[in-house]
């Protein structure tokens, strides 16, 4: 209680301290009297990791630094140039940079990084490069974290394709999932919108662990996934990726981007995806893998609108039909018991976003923006003889105002947002179902300390208005010390809140005999969570290492159980009555023991637990532990490029089954096994080859479905998995890049 009043009290206090900033403006120097402003030139104190970017104008603001008496300025293809305080005089610098003439025949052989640790960043936070990305097929965003050892992606079914991912020992809807700072796939995208990222697309993915920034919302508790797509203005002309594996699901990815001047760009990004293949390998007469059909479409445009106006629009659709069940399904048929057992879930949805964003002339650090978007989902289906629709509108908008006090030490950010989310669905033979409108009207301020490079401190707090939850407030404290050049040490609290749809979160557990009881007047979810990380660099037989080791701790005082132990004919879903709690520690670390040779190995554990059908007991399906072992290797110039990744995934409480008849029984407590994963990458001028194999020990779970053979039988349930259902995998890709 003590720690979540200091919470609340930091959120609130405002510290000031008073600084002189270096300001200037970045250019080439002048041969024929026109001025050529150095966009994204590199500002920084010599021998400090603090430093800035210049904007679009070669305007840049850099706080006084007591480590450094050197600013250094570089940009690519210019001499660098080094400049003393008593060099500088005024506050107010123009800085003009000489063309390297000798960078003709420049090649750079260095590896691009592939998780990048974001050092500034009061909050613990990773960037997925492409480079990241491109270590394994990643057809879409739920394969993007195969190397990474804070997120789990494992299927949740055996039958839907469906895709559960956590973080901190929780699932997904606890995370608040973003795209391009937009929060996105919820409600009825919950348990695919995973699916509907495809890789190729994906500039990079921001992972933040913990409570997240008030600006995104209330609803980040156990962390916040940003996705960042390809941008017009830095798309390859032509992009194009095609995709195949050995269950017989084939895709193919196109990007084009037109510029049509300087200010204005537009890209096309296009998915088709098929697997029209009945494969079943082990023999139950149910299908592996779903058949999908799918097609994506994204069109999108910058636009520099003014020398401070810049505006990024767009729209995008998607049409998916997902079919899973029984072999030998006849269409012709009514679907009832004298046919096989299928599921059906068709999938439409349609997307808009706009971003617009003002920089005040006179000061490049004031600026005001806007954030937009709404999707519109519509999904029919059917699980055996239920039927499940469902349709959402989804609305949000976000005005945020961004400046400081005094100077840069002192920088704050404050809002208004706005959301709209009408959500209709209904569950046939359960006669369940929600008509309901959330309308949810909130302002926020977050004010962040700089005092010198060391350290960060950023407090928020956001109040919202919910139609139906009435008012609440939430706080947040992120803290930063990097007490030494090679040590940072970050701390958070804060509260969260989300509201829950039972159906669509779960719809999943529908591939199963369970009916679906749901308690009245759920209460929303809402829980504190802490966290301390800790960054080290160090050296070791004349090697870098980076290590970093994190602990967080998520505590509820209210929770939608999801009860799977009171019926085995059942799923209850019904407000806490007791403790639930999620403790979460982990260990990386990361090297290069020869040149062009990265290594990342982690391991974690997890304690989550809840009480449940009146027992304190753990939460299931959550792995004790998680391993996790990367090897990249690539030859020189990234003509060849080798990757090997290892899982190993820990034990984990299992609903029991004792009640069936004994064919029917399944054991309580999974087994622990290990996942390995290649690929090997082959690159040309403008196109690379790239050949892989998923689950090479080919581990499997057996008889993932209980009652296979009678699917509209009392027993049936395909849900209760544990482990790979798909046997070895192997996969064929070819990447094609025009610039």
């Known amino acids: ?52 970017a210049a904007n679009a104008d070669g305007i840049f603001t850099l706080n006084s630094s007591t480590k450094s008496k050197t600013l250094v300025i570089q940009f690519v293809g210019y001499e660098t140039k080094e400049i003393t305080l008593e060099q500088i005089g005024t506050k107010e610098i123009i800085v003009e940079l000489i063309p390297n003439i000798a960078l003709n025949e420049v090649v750079i052989s260095k590896r691009k990084l592939g998780t990048v640790t974001d050092r500034e960043n009061p909050i613990q936070s990773q960037n997925i490069t492409g480079a990241e990305l491109c270590k394994a097929a990643c057809c879409n965003l739920s394969e993007s974290f195969e190397t990474n050892a ?33 929060p996105n796939f919820k409600g009825l995208a919950s348990v695919y919108g995973m699916v509907y990222v495809p890789g190729p697309w994906m500039e990079s993915i921001q992972v933040s662990k913990g409570v997240g920034s008030v600006i995104n919302g209330y609803e980040s508790i156990t962390g916040q996934i940003n996705i960042e797509y390809l941008k017009p203005q830095k798309s390859p002309k032509f992009y194009l990726n095609t995709y195949a594996n050995s ?114 002339p006179k000061d490049g650090n004031k600026s005001i923006a806007l954030i937009t978007n709404f999707a519109a989902h519509e999904q029919k289906s059917f699980y055996g003889l239920r039927n499940y629709d469902a349709d959402q509108k989804y609305f949000y908008a976000n005005l945020l105002f961004q400046s400081y006090i005094g100077n840069l030490k002192h920088k704050y950010t404050a809002g208004l947002s706005y959301v709209y989310d009408d959500f209709k669905d209904y569950l046939s033979g359960d006669n369940l179902g929600t008509n309901q409108t959330k309308k949810v009207a909130g302002a926020y301020v977050e004010y962040s300390w ?19 939850f009435g008012d609440f407030v939430t706080p947040r404290v992120h803290f930063r010390y990097q007490f030494t050049p090679t040590s940072t040490i970050r701390m958070a609290s804060g509260s969260g809140r989300r509201t829950s749809n039972p159906i669509a979160e779960n719809s999943f557990l529908l591939a199963s005999s369970r009916s679906f009881y749901i308690q009245d007047n759920l209460k929303q979810e809402k829980a504190w969570n802490f966290g301390l990380s800790l960054t080290q660099d160090f050296n070791l037989f004349e090697k870098s290492f980076t290590a970093s080791a994190d602990c967080y701790r998520t505590t509820f005082s ?98 029991s089954t004792q009640e069936n008849p004994s064919d ?59 482990g790979p259902i798909q046997e070895r995998k192997f996969y064929l890709g070819v990447r094609l890049t025009i610039e």
Do not use: C
């Open 1 to 52: 209680m003590k720690i979540r009043i200091l919470t609340i009290i930091l959120s609130l206090l405002p510290i000031f301290s008073i600084a002189e900033d270096i300001k200037g403006k970045i250019i080439e120097k002048p041969v024929s009297g026109e001025i050529i402003p150095l966009a994204g030139a590199s500002i920084f104190w010599k021998n400090t990791t603090i430093g800035t």
């Open 150 to 182: 804070s997120v789990d992606v494992s299927y949740a079914d055996a039958a839907t394709g469906a895709k559960s991912i956590k973080l901190l020992g929780l699932t997904g809807k606890y995370i608040e999932m973003m795209t391009e700072k937009n």
């Open 247 to 360: 269950m017989g699901m084939t895709e193919v990815n196109a990007i084009t981007s037109v510029k049509f001047s300087p200010k204005l760009s537009t890209s096309i990004l296009a998915h088709v995806q098929d697997n029209d293949r009945e494969i079943d390998m082990n023999h139950d007469h149910f299908l592996d893998d779903p058949m999908v059909s799918q097609y994506n479409f994204v069109n999108r445009w910058n636009w520099d609108a003014g020398k401070n106006l810049k505006a990024q629009f767009g729209i995008k659709f998607i049409d998916e039909q997902r079919t899973g069940g029984q072999k030998g399904y006849n269409t012709n048929q009514p679907n009832d018991l004298s046919n096989a057992y299928r599921i059906n879930i068709d999938t439409r949805r349609y997307e808009a976003f706009a971003k617009m964003g003002y920089m005040f």
């Open 450 to 468: 700089l005092p010198n490079d060391k350290i960060t401190l950023q407090t928020g707090l956001r109040y919202d208005n919910h139609n139906i």
């Open 558 to 655: 209210n929770q939608v159980i999801v009860d799977l132990d009171n019926n085995l004919n059942s799923v209850k879903f019904y407000n806490m009555d007791g403790r639930s709690w999620a403790n979460n520690f982990q260990i990386e670390l990361k090297f290069e023991p020869v040149e062009r040779f990265d290594v990342t190995t982690g391991i974690r554990f997890s304690d989550v637990k809840a009480d449940i059908n009146n027992e304190f007991r753990k939460v299931p399906y959550v792995n004790r532990y998680k391993g996790l072992i990367n090897l990249s290797y690539a030859t020189n110039f990234n003509k060849w490029q080798f990757d090997f990744t290892t899982q190993f995934n820990g034990d984990m409480r299992i609903p």
């Open 664 to 722: 029917f029984q399944r054991r309580e407590k999974s087994p622990a096994y290990a996942l390995m994963n290649a690929q090997i990458t082959k690159r040309f001028r403008i196109w690379e080859l790239y050949f892989g194999g998923e689950n090479l020990g080919n581990y499997t779970q057996k008889n993932p479905i209980i009652e296979a053979e009678n699917p509209f039988g009392e027993h049936f349930d395909a849900t209760m998995i544990w």
